[in-house]
C-alpha cells in the first residue's frame, strides 16, 4: 500500500535530494528570473538612455522627413523602412541577449546548474487525462496560480498608482518640444519601471526561500521509503552476512593454511594463539601469519604440534601479539625485543635437540610493555610445550 502524505513527515536523505536533482528536480524561483530579467533589460536601458533618446528622436525626424519622388515610389519607402528599422533590430537583440543570459543566471543562482536530459524525456504517463487533472488542481499548482494572481495585482496596483500620480507629465509631454517629451516620457517611464523593480526584488526574496521549502516537502519521506532506500544502498543484511559468514571462512582457512610454515607459535595457554614467521633474508622484523582465540586457537595449537611447530606458553606475550598484532604485517615495534628472545630461545632448543649446540639455558622472563597486556598482569615467566 502506498504511503500516504500524511506519514512522510521525515526530512529527505541526501540520497533523495541527489536522485532529484539528477532528474531535474530543484527548487526553482520564477519571481527571481522574472526579477533578473526585467532588471536587466532596465538597467541595460538606463545605461544607454542618452544615446537611445537621441537616437529614437533622430529616428523619428527621419521617419517623418520625405519628398515628392520617395511618395511617387513605393520601393524607396520600403528600402527606407529597412534602414531605419535595422538599428532598432540590432539594439533589440542586444537587449534580447542581456536579458536571456541573466535569466539562466538567476536559474543557476536558485537551483545550480544541472545538466540531464530525464526532464525532456518523453514520460506517456503523463497522458493520462486523470492524472492531469490531478496536478492541476494541485495543492502545488493551486499556490503557484494563488502566488502569480497576487503578484499581478500588486504590480498592477503599484503601476496604476504610479501613472496616476504623474498622468500630469505625460499630458504637459504632448505640449512640449519633441526632443524634450521624449527624454520626459523616457524618465517618467524608467523611474515606473524601477519602482516595479522593487516589487518584483522583494516577491523573489520572498519566493526563493519559499520555493527551497516546498522542494523539500515534495520529497519528503515515510519511515518504510527511508527503510527501503536503505536496503538499496547497503543491499540484503542477510545476503551481506552470509558473504561475509564467507569470507570469514576462506580467510580462516588461509590462515590455518599458514601455521605449519611458522617457526614459533605463542599461547596463553588456552585463549590466544599467534604463530609467527621470520625470515631473516626477506622479513625486517617476525610477521603473525596466523591468530585466534578459545577453539581457534586450539586449532591452531593442534596443527602446529602435527606439523612440529615449537608452542610456547607465554600469556602476556600470546596477549600483546592477539591484541595488536595483524595478520601478514609484521609485529608491533615495542614487542621486538621480547619476540627476538624468545625466538631466539626456539632456534637455540632446535640446535640442541638436533645435537648441534647444547642445551639452552631456561629462558628468562619477557619484559611486556603493560600497556600492550589487554589484562594488564605482571610477566609470567613462559615455559615451552615439545613440537
Known amino acids: 500500500m502506498a504511503d500516504s502524505a500524511q506519514d512522510k513527515q521525515l526530512d529527505p536523505t541526501e540520497h533523495r535530494l541527489r536522485k532529484a536533482r539528477e532528474e531535474g528536480q530543484v527548487a526553482r524561483s520564477r519571481d527571481l528570473s522574472h526579477f533578473g530579467v526585467v532588471a536587466a533589460g ?9 544615446p537611445v533618446a537621441a537616437w529614437l528622436t533622430q529616428l523619428m525626424a527621419d521617419g517623418l522627413r520625405f519628398d515628392a519622388s520617395t511618395v511617387a515610389t513605393p520601393r524607396l519607402m ?43 524525456m518523453p514520460n506517456f504517463g503523463k497522458l493520462n487525462p486523470l492524472a492531469g487533472l490531478g496536478r492541476i488542481v494541485s495543492k502545488q499548482q493551486l499556490g503557484d ?89 547497503e543491499g540484503n543484511q542477510e545476503v551481506k552476512g552470509r558473504m561475509k559468514a564467507k569470507m570469514r571462512e576462506a580467510s580462516r582457512r588461509r590462515m590455518l593454511a599458514a601455521v605449519p610454515t611458522a617457526d614459533l607459535v605463542v599461547m596463553n595457554p588456552t585463549h590466544y594463539a599467534v604463530a609467527l614467521r621470520y625470515d631473516e633474508a626477506s622479513m625486517g622484523a617476525p610477521r603473525v601469519v596466523a591468530k585466534g582465540a578459545d577453539l581457534l586457537a586450539m586449532k591452531i595449537r593442534d596443527i602446529a604440534k602435527e606439523s612440529k611447530v615449537p608452542v610456547l606458553q607465554a600469556p602476556p606475550l600470546a596477549r600483546a601479539l592477539y591484541a595488536h598484532g595483524e595478520l601478514d604485517r609484521e609485529i608491533p615495534f615495542a614487542l621486538f625485543s621480547a619476540v627476538a628472545q624468545v625466538l631466539a630461545y626456539v632456534f637455540q632448543l632446535r640446535h640442541a635437540l638436533a645435537g648441534r649446540s647444547p642445551w639452552p639455558a631456561d629462558l628468562v622472563p619477557l619484559d611486556i610493555p603493560p600497556e600492550l597486556d589487554p589484562h594488564h598482569p605482571s610477566a609470567v615467566p613462559p615455559t615451552t610445550e615439545p613440537a
Open 145 to 233: 496560480t494563488l502566488k502569480a494572481c497576487a503578484l499581478a495585482l500588486i504590480l498592477g496596483i503599484v503601476g496604476a498608482s504610479y501613472l496616476w500620480a504623474h498622468v500630469e507629465d505625460f499630458v504637459l509631454a504632448q505640449s512640449m518640444a519633441l526632443p524634450l517629451a521624449i527624454e520626459t516620457t523616457v524618465a517618467r517611464m524608467a523611474s515606473g519601471l524601477w519602482l516595479l523593480v522593487l516589487v518584483l526584488a522583494a516577491a523573489a526574496l520572498i519566493d526563493v526561500p519559499l520555493q527551497r521549502f516546498m522542494h523539500r516537502s515534495r520529497l519528503k519521506m515515510s519511515h518504510q521509503e527511508v527503510k527501503e532506500e536503505f536496503k538499496q544502498l
Open 42 to 50: 532596465l538597467a541595460a536601458l538606463a545605461t544607454a538612455a542618452a
Open 78 to 120: 520600403l528600402e527606407r523602412l529597412v534602414t531605419l528599422m535595422l538599428p532598432a533590430i540590432g539594439f533589440g537583440l542586444v537587449i534580447c541577449l542581456i536579458t536571456g543570459v541573466t535569466a539562466v543566471a538567476s536559474g543557476v543562482l536558485s537551483g545550480g546548474w544541472i545538466f540531464t536530459m530525464k526532464a525532456v
